[in-house]
């Protein structure tokens, strides 16, 4: 397929024509959007532009300009990842968005989009008094994006960030460096609470795993580059949402809350846990799953 690929732009020389055989190719197969765009003009100008490392509103003068043969052969294998191989555009360009922040992604960790964005611009308020909020935990944080983002929005609190996978935490420290928040923000390699410091949070917030074995096989391609390990649960999507929940309350502090994202998996989750209060959250950007526990309805809860 490559080689037709080759065959086809060999003639080409501007980015335009890249931009416009891509929307071509991609509009004639089912190509998932769900790591960034919803659309197959934004996909292909995300792809385009950003492997030549140019914004996506560059000055429109500069797409009729002349590609070496270099850059035209990187753009065709490019092409050819994201239409045949199904290589979500954020593991080819290297770079995600998250709270509006820029995030190094490769293979090694999930691709940021949780909705839990929006708590994270709004401060979690009505849920938690910014001004009293001293410390954060971001469990199974991946690129870091949440725990990143929320050193942004709570500039004096430090935040812990925790994963069990040792190829992921490597990502997020590229991430912290990125950001310079060397001193706010700690890297954890943990099962959840199992090395945590003696802290009291006021925050704890999460994007485990949660996807069941069985909804694992209807995933689109596109979801099949990411980790399984950061995807995929036992126990019908719930195995590490369970420990999250049952040990929560010993890791807040009086006035904290808990917030984890479970998408699909919420219906289980209320099977499992009918007579816990949970308040699901609506999202103005989309996105669905999410839910808030206080410390005290955690505590009444497991606490027993």
């Not at 998932?32 to 765009?37: A, S, V, W």
């Not at 999250?244 to 919420?266: P, Q, R």
Request: proline letters at 6%; hydrophobic letters at 40%; aromatic letters at 8%.
């Amino acid at each position: 397929m490559l080689d037709e690929f080759i065959k086809n732009t060999r003639n080409f020389t501007s980015i335009i024509d890249f931009i416009r055989f891509g929307l071509t190719c991609a509009n004639s197969r089912q190509l998932h959007f769900g790591h960034g765009t919803d659309n197959v003009v934004d996909e292909i100008y995300n792809l385009i532009l950003g492997t030549l490392s140019l914004p996506v509103d560059v000055n429109p003068l500069l797409l009729n300009a002349k590609l070496t043969n270099e850059e035209k052969d990187v753009l065709t294998r490019q092409l050819e990842k994201r239409i045949i191989e199904r290589i979500p555009v954020p593991y080819l360009i290297k770079q995600a968005y998250f709270c509006g922040l820029p995030f190094f992604v490769d293979e090694r960790v999930l691709i940021p989009r949780s909705p839990i964005a929006e708590l994270i611009e709004q401060q979690f308020t009505p849920w938690i008094q910014p001004e009293n909020v001293s410390h954060i935990l971001d469990l199974c944080t991946g690129s870091a994006c949440i725990a990143i983002a929320c050193c942004y929005a709570f500039p004096e609190a430090q935040v812990d960030a925790v994963d069990i996978s040792k190829s992921a935490l490597e990502v997020a420290e590229i991430n912290r460096q990125k950001h310079e928040l060397h001193s706010q923000l700690t890297l954890i390699e943990s099962d959840v609470y199992a090395e945590l410091p003696p802290v009291q949070y006021d925050i704890i917030v999460s994007n485990p795993p949660y996807v069941s074995i069985e909804e694992m096989q209807t995933l689109p391609d596109e979801y099949r580059h990411e980790p399984q390990l950061a995807l995929e649960a036992l126990n019908d999507g719930l195995a590490i949402v369970d420990k999250i929940l049952k040990h929560a309350h010993e890791h807040l502090s009086d006035e904290g809350i808990l917030v984890v994202e479970v998408g699909n998996t919420e219906d289980a989750l209320l099977l499992a846990y009918p007579d816990l209060a949970f308040t699901w959250l609506d999202f103005e950007r989309g996105g669905h799953g999410v839910f808030v526990l206080t410390r005290e309805q955690l505590n009444d809860y497991f606490g027993k």
